[in-house]
């Protein structure tokens, strides 16, 4: 297997291609390490930071962070993970953009239950401590892009960036977020500023440090210009008791991969209709209770072809499935290939007993 640095990684992840994730590019680590803590492990490079989190069997987080002006760093984010603690850890007042491009990524506070899903974005002003921030990503699968800009350090007016710009993003976050925590404009509802933050994962390599310039002010200004009454609607709003319906129904999917859904058989165990648990469910993590019940299998036979020495059969049974062929398809749609192929990735080798031939067969 061929093994590449961290920061081969990022630029594939984050290349015109990334949607392709590979999860095989955590095997070493390259560059000088210039801190090392029990959160994570930094690395510098020319221009940019990657910190490393230490992950746990196949989990991992990585966050590669550029300055873009004194006080304000644009980053793009990837999790595959459940969870991760995610900031600088650096004590001060804050306003944080943030925007999901695939997964979801959601973090309850004592107040509020946040959650962005893909074409999502948020806004936040905060006092933030050393105490990094934990978040939770519901698919173990997240990228995004943050905007974080340093209130302390940052002048009232960006005009003195460049003439004309008069924003003022300490009065953009306040009016948007009002008395809450954090504003949230649902997918596609500005879809100039969704375009924006697309335009990120496109920046020319030649003049990348004044294109994110460039594209931080034109995203500012038309903050600027968002309303708070005609978007109250688009922001989530959710009580505790969907939210830990919708947690209760996803840890049950988890724990049970075996089983064929359906949501009949879950409205009567959860003791609800079955509308109110469809809607709750995808409400909170933002896709249908099949969908997700997919990717948990998926998940769990993504383990089982690492390490165990099943054959696909078997493992498409244990996923609840009685057709190989159709859990192939199903796992070639979730992680874009075989489940041979995915092992011998892995780990370059077919366990004894797996007919490689016939296997094939049944995927093709």
Known sequence: MIKNTVRDFI?????????KRDCNHFD?????????????????????DIRYFPRAGNSHSEIRTYTVFPGIELTYDFADTE???????????????????????????????????????????????KRKEEYSFPLSHYIGITIVINIDIVPECFSCFLDDVNVYPVQVARKLCGEKEYFILRSQSYMEIERIFSDFYFAPEKYKSGYFKVK?????????EVGTKENAALSLSLSCCQVSLAKKIAAY????????????????????SQSHLRNTFKSVYGIPIYSYARIQKMRAA????????????????????????????AFREITGMSPIEYRKKRYGFVPSGENWEESFKNIV
């Open 11 to 19: 630029d594939k992840t984050y290349s015109n291609t990334f949607e």
């Open 28 to 48: 070493t680590v390259g560059d000088k390490i210039i801190k090392k803590n029990i959160d994570a492990d930094i690395f510098r490079y020319s221009d940019a």
């Open 83 to 129: 969870k991760a603690r995610i900031g600088s850890g650096t004590e001060g007042n804050f306003i944080e953009i943030r925007y999901c491009r695939q997964g979801k990524i959601e973090r309850k506070s004592e107040n509020e239950f946040f959650c962005l899903m893909p074409g999502d974005f948020s806004i936040s002003i905060k006092k933030r401590g």
């Open 216 to 224: 931080i002010l034109e995203l500012l200004l038309l903050l600027s």
């Open 253 to 272: 999917l988890s724990s049970n991969t075996k089983l064929k859904i359906n949501t009949a058989e879950l409205s009567k165990r959860f003791h609800v």
């Open 302 to 329: 993504e383990s089982m072809l690492t390490h165990t020495e099943l054959s696909v059969m078997e493992i498409a049974f244990e996923c609840g499935y009685d057709n190989a062929s159709k859990f192939s398809s």
